[in-house]
């Protein structure tokens, strides 16, 4: 009972500490194909293939070229060919597709496709990209189809689209400043690097119907897009997703589930499985994205902010996937939690040769706070302030507007206040302090702020029914990949029915065809719109419940309660049904019955949300805001230049911890990813474009040991009104401001800023002897 | 013993106490064995390069990397020499309401799962080894894991819980 605000197990834990969890690999039919892709070796070259000789190996079924496929596809602007098409546009691009009996057959098939290159020049940073005369990833960009406007392509260059803000008079912003900063930042692309790699599985029926499983966090998404790109009906499209290893972002993208379904379409329906090898994983699907940044704000003498500009270069590789998205949720909340009156932000999404991107944990956020905090110290710096002041002084708050001039309130915002407050308490102590002969104790501390940016129609839904004990099934549209989101919206259930938690039972895998549709499990919102879809269920639910008991009980619905698996009469609970006895259908001792099965319907769409405006950016791009406080304190040897994070403090309002537990275990562990991330993560490339570290021995994410000895997460709750007992989104957040608090930590130690990451030993012994040189 | 052009034959293996007749060819890992032929999928492919532990099952008590290893080095003749001793494969599926497993639903040790089998028979193993380890040995054994939801704390504590426990019950009667 009382389930909100219990730390309940998740209910599939069990099955996951005795091997029959089951993800997508786990669950392969006898019959089943397998596909195995060949990929580019080249970055950017034209392309001719030689298949045949593959085609007639042993246990080969049939092999795919990009000449077999007239598709572009895409989530925003249609660019990408599933397998490539006269030529390759990053290293590691499909370009074949084997299909075999089995899996050696297929690799060793895969092996003996020949693929001649004709090398293009590679365009492999940002720079070259909007350099004059750049060589062009997309020759034919201004032909592309809009799929989800709004997307502004440049024709004729690598940029495929730019969003802005504008908002207040920038000249006079700066007129107001007596005191400017400016810095430049690159960050490279990051690797979701979920554990279990992506994979699908498709099979055409003789009735027509598609039957897809895979690893997805979008199944409806998939669902309709196959019907789109290959004229289906949607309803023919079946996609299950069973549990999710681990996802970050990086499974919203739909790739694979494409390239099965052609597979399974070249041998007659059959089903084809394609697994993504580690390295596929990393170079073949897409990454998240990169950026490179200038910055430059303004401040008043007293240090209230007056002007913001920026401009974001977003390497979204080959193609855009979801990065004009990410880049508009970039310009959202361009400035922070902080009130500027005059911006300017430019956001452009630049084509290069590098691996794909689309969404990554924070969709945008982990890099933007990386540099409006980093210029916050800055300017902090400039004017001899305490950054924690600073940053107190320009807090946003409720009154004040976004930069797409969204009015906020106490319920949409949460108290940024709280949060810095406590954790400058928690971090208490000297920015760097000596602490031995050759080690230096540091701090650093930045604040994060983030909306969901989701599509102003995206829905959910949720289904309530009924078994003849009583207990209740709860289906919903949402993926379980360790977020815990089939847990919480049992907790929902059950506390508004007044079940034990274990009296509500969960389909854990998705099937579109039965379960309710939810947009995609992203951007930390099941708990709003899947729970809000269950409140309406379980209130539909109730009063079907209550008109039943009210015929049985003799009285009107409104006199009636529920609770603990029964109606009863709120004036006297001893008199009542049970929900066994009337959930299907009240049956009299004459054996004559009334009622029938209960159904309890409920659904969710956003509400007053707004694409923004082309031109100034304004509009409504989410229902509300997660806000918190992180820092670091660091151990720095001033002789090697290593350094570890010792301690690690995140506050975060979280609105009302629905599971204390599961909170605070999912804010820990993205504030390991997070450290990850400003420590030793970054996808790099040789100089014709290569893909030099796509695997977990080079891509190094945290191991046991580097993580910090402290964790210390702390929950403010001020709640959303209009959310699922007051919860905030919380599970991208705790990565969000960490690269920023080891930078910050990190300039304090060295005393020289960082703009950069990953901040490795290596690339710190650069920046002081580049430091030097130009002393 | 009929072996085909492929070099596929059939041997048995030892796998959770059970002898299991497969089917397999000289080059299969231990992990496609487990998976494909005894559909025992505990065991995780996460990188098939042994970087990163999720297909980790126990040889003789020790743990290992399966994707590292070779099905036919587990193999054993249909009439085994005298004295012989089959190699003992234990997967994640042969834990049943052990400790490791309690403490890593109290911890919270995992979110998604997948890494989850991996890491439990590493620390079965570990508490088998090296009952006494110190936190410093708890860790450098975790190290050869990787878990990418978790922040590691909750892994060492349900791994340290368990090596606590253990000293601490009283000896078999």
């Known amino acids: 009972m009382n389930a909100v605000g219990h730390s309940v197990a998740r209910k599939e834990a069990p099955n996951k500490v005795t091997g029959r969890a089951r993800y997508c690999a786990d669950i392969t039919p006898a019959g089943t194909l397998t596909a195995a892709l060949v990929v580019s070796r080249h970055a950017h070259a034209r392309i001719r293939l030689e298949v045949d000789h593959a085609r007639h190996m042993p246990g080969v079924v049939a092999v795919l070229t990009g000449q077999d496929v007239s598709l572009l596809c895409g989530e925003v602007l249609e660019d990408r060919p599933p397998l490539a098409v006269g030529k390759v546009r990053y290293w590691g691009e499909p370009v074949a597709l084997v299909i075999a009996h089995g899996e050696a057959e297929a690799k060793r098939a895969a092996r003996a496709v020949r693929v001649d290159y004709q090398p293009l020049p590679v365009v492999n940073t940002v720079e070259d990209a909007i350099a004059a005369g750049a060589a062009l990833v997309h020759e034919r960009l201004g032909q592309y189809k809009r799929a989800q406007p709004p997307v502004v392509p440049q024709a004729q260059s690598n940029i495929a689209d730019h969003a802005k803000i504008r908002c207040g008079d920038a000249a006079e912003g700066w007129r107001n400043s007596a005191a400017t900063v400016s810095g430049h930042f690159a960050l490279p692309q990051v690797e979701h690097a979920a554990v279990e790699t992506r994979c699908a599985r498709a099979e055409i029926l003789h009735d027509g119907r ?75 699907s897409p990454v998240g994205v990169g950026l490179v940044a200038d910055v430059k704000l303004g401040a008043s003498a007293e240090g209230l902010l007056q002007a913001a500009e920026l401009t974001f270069w977003l390497d979204t590789g080959a193609y855009t996937d979801s990065t004009p998205r990410v880049a508009r949720a970039m310009c959202s909340e361009c400035t922070g939690p902080y009130r500027v009156p005059h911006i300017r932000c430019d956001a452009y999404t630049v084509y290069t040769n590098h691996t794909y991107a689309t969404a990554f944990r924070g969709f945008g956020h982990f890099p933007l706070t990386f540099v409006i905090e980093r210029t916050m110290d800055r300017l902090a710096e400039q004017l001899d302030m305490d950054p924690v002041e600073l940053r107190r002084k320009n807090l946003i708050g409720p009154g004040d507007r976004t930069p797409t001039r969204m009015a906020l309130t106490r319920s949409t915002l949460g108290d940024p206040r709280a949060c810095l407050d406590r954790a400058a308490e928690l971090l208490a102590g000297p920015a760097r302090e000596q602490t031995g002969p050759h080690t230096v104790r540091a701090r650093g501390l930045a604040l994060f702020w983030k909306t969901s940016s989701s599509p102003p129609n995206a829905i959910s839904g949720a289904i309530v029914t009924f078994n003849q004990d009583g207990s209740v099934n709860l289906s919903t549209g949402t993926v379980e990949m360790g977020a815990g989101t089939k847990t919480t919206s049992a907790q929902i259930l059950a506390e508004r029915l007044g079940l034990d938690i274990g009296q509500v039972h969960i389909h854990t895998h998705v099937n579109t065809k039965v379960d309710p549709e939810h947009w995609k499990t992203v951007a930390s919102l099941s708990t ?39 109606i009863f009469l709120t004036a006297d609970p001893n008199i009542y049904v049970a929900f066994r006895d009337v959930a299907h259908g009240y049956t009299y001792p004459g054996g004559d019955a009334i009622g029938g099965q209960i159904v309890g319907r409920g659904s969710y769409i956003m509400r007053h949300l707004t694409l923004l405006d082309e031109e100034t950016g304004e509009g409504h791009p989410g229902p509300s805001f997660t806000v918190g406080a992180q820092g670091v304190e660091i151990d720095w040897d001033t002789r090697s230049g290593r350094y570890r994070v010792v301690r690690a403090v995140s506050v975060v309002d979280a609105g009302r911890a629905m599971n204390p537990a599961g909170a605070r275990t999912m804010l820990q562990g993205g504030m390991c990813m997070g450290i990850g991330l400003a420590t030793r993560e970054g996808v790099l490339y040789g100089r014709g474009g290569q893909r030099l570290n796509d695997q977990f021995r080079t891509y190094r994410t945290m191991r046991a040991g580097e993580q910090p000895d402290e964790y210390v997460v702390e929950l403010v709750e001020t709640p959303q009104i209009d959310a699922p007992f007051g919860a905030r989104p919380l599970g991208e957040h705790g990565l969000l401001a960490m690269p920023a608090a080891v930078a910050a930590a990190v300039s304090h130690a060295i005393g020289r800023p960082v703009s950069h990451l990953p901040i490795t030993p290596e690339s710190l012994w650069r920046l002081t002897r580049t430091a030097e040189a130009a002393r | 013993m009929a072996t085909s052009h492929t070099g596929r034959a059939e041997h048995l293996i030892t796998v959770n106490g059970e002898q299991r007749r497969v089917t397999l060819r000289p080059a299969d890992t231990l992990l496609y064995i487990l998976r494909d032929e005894l559909g025992l999928t505990g065991a995780k492919p996460g990188c098939e390069n042994g970087d990163c532990g999720a297909c980790t099952v126990l040889v003789d008590g020790v743990p290992m990397k399966s994707c590292l290893l070779l099905a036919i080095e587990f193999a054993t003749p249909e009439e085994p020499a005298a004295g012989a001793v089959p190699r003992h494969i234990e997967t994640v599926e042969s834990l049943d309401e052990t400790e490791v497993q309690r403490q890593f639903l109290d911890h919270w040790a995992f979110q998604c799962g997948y890494c989850t089998s991996g890491f439990l028979m590493l620390a079965e193993g570990l508490r088998r080894q090296r009952p006494g380890a110190s936190p410093g040995e708890v860790v450098d054994w975790l190290r050869s894991n990787i878990c990418r939801c978790t922040s590691y704390a909750e892994i060492i504590q349900a791994v340290r819980g368990t090596l606590e426990r253990e000293r601490s019950a009283p000896p078999p009667v």
């Open chain 1, 210 to 284: 598609v039957l897809v499983q895979s690893t997805t966090q979008a199944p409806f998404e998939v669902q309709k897009l196959l019907a789109r790109y290959f004229h289906l009906q949607q309803g023919q499209v079946i996609v299950t997703v069973p549990l999710v290893g681990g996802a970050f972002g990086g499974k919203a993208a739909v790739q694979l589930e494409i390239l099965a379904y052609l597979a399974s379409r070249a041998v007659n329906g059959r089903p084809v499985q394609l697994v993504n090898s580690r390295e596929e994983d990393m170079a073949t």
């Open chain 1, 528 to 566: 709003f719109m899947a729970g809000r879809a269950v409140l309406e269920a379980a209130e539909d639910a109730k009063a079907q419940l209550k008109s039943v008991a009210a015929i049985v009980l003799k009285c009107a619905p409104g006199d009636l309660s529920v609770a603990r698996g029964r």
